[in-house]
């Protein structure tokens, strides 16, 4: 049920510039509604702080139009009451100065649960490096 750790480590590591396709395809894939459990734990796991930079890579690489499917379900679904730690520490670090666009687009779109309006400046402004109290209150409410 679970990535034998030898193998999560390689595919994870600092060697790796990303995912190896195949393993990507097989858990990004249209037969699958969500992350393999197995993977979703060790990436949101309590020994990581953050993702992976090789999934994050792929997952809003310029390849990509949109968070994949499956990590928003997951990360968004009703069994989280808030955003994983790990996500929000990678979306607001200060590598990063603003959300990028298909990240803005799955935020804003249809499909979203409409974000609340201080949520959605917060996420769009360029100034701010903390989250604020409203998206705070949100991500917990």
Same mark, same amino acid.
């Given at each position: 049920m679970l990535l034998s750790p030898c193998l999560t480590? #390689?595919?994870?590591?600092?060697?790796?510039?990303?995912?190896?396709?195949?393993?990507?395809q097989f858990l990004l894939s249209k037969d699958?509604?969500?992350?393999?459990?197995?993977?979703?734990? #060790?990436?949101?796991?309590?020994?990581?702080?953050?993702?992976?930079?090789?999934?994050t890579q792929f997952l809003l690489s310029k390849d990509s139009m949109f968070l994949s499917?499956?990590?928003t379900q997951f990360l968004l679904s009703k069994d989280?009451?808030?955003?994983?730690?790990?996500?929000?520490?990678f979306l607001l670090s200060k590598d990063?100065? #603003?959300l990028s666009p298909c990240q803005t687009q799955f935020l804003l779109s249809k499909d979203s649960m409409f974000l609340s309006p201080c949520l959605t400046q917060f996420l769009l402004s360029k100034d701010s490096m903390l989250l604020s109290p409203c998206l705070t209150q949100f991500l917990l409410s």
């Open positions: 480590q #390689f595919l994870l590591s600092k060697d790796n510039i990303m995912l190896s396709p195949c393993l990507t699958s509604m969500f992350l393999s459990p197995c993977l979703t734990q #060790f990436l949101l796991s309590k020994d990581s702080m953050l993702l992976s930079p090789c999934l499917l499956c990590l989280r009451m808030f955003l994983s730690h790990c996500l929000t520490q990063r100065m #603003f």
